[in-house]
């Protein structure tokens, strides 16, 4: 994995670390790894999907586990009761 693709998965988990608390950040992650691709393409001529995808397995890495554990304790919530 090259530097560059490393970076886009840090930018996507800095991104969505605050959709901890505020789910609109994990859209926001999703939002700027096309938004940042798009700019690519408009300035450079060039588009990398491969940039925008590790961008949001950067976003992956902080949602998937937040809403397992939503999942879980909501549903432990529910039989418990």
């Keep these: 994995m090259t530097q ?3 970076l886009h998965v840090l930018a996507g988990v800095l991104i969505a670390l605050p959709g901890i608390k505020w789910r609109i950040f ?4 999703i939002i700027s790894g096309v938004g940042k691709e798009l700019y690519d393409l ?3 001529g060039l ?3 491969l940039d925008m995808l590790y961008t ?3 976003v992956a ?3 998937i586990p937040c809403y397992l554990t ?3 304790l909501s549903y432990y919530k529910s ?3």
Excluded: Q
Aim: proline residues 4%; aromatic residues 24%.
């Design 70 to 72: 939503r999942f879980i």
């Design 42 to 44: 408009w300035d450079y």
């Design 79 to 81: 039989t418990k009761g």
């Design 56 to 58: 949001f397995m950067g």
């Design 26 to 29: 994990f859209v926001l992650g």
């Design 61 to 63: 890495i902080v949602a």
């Design 4 to 6: 560059d693709l490393i």
């Design 47 to 49: 588009f990398d999907p």
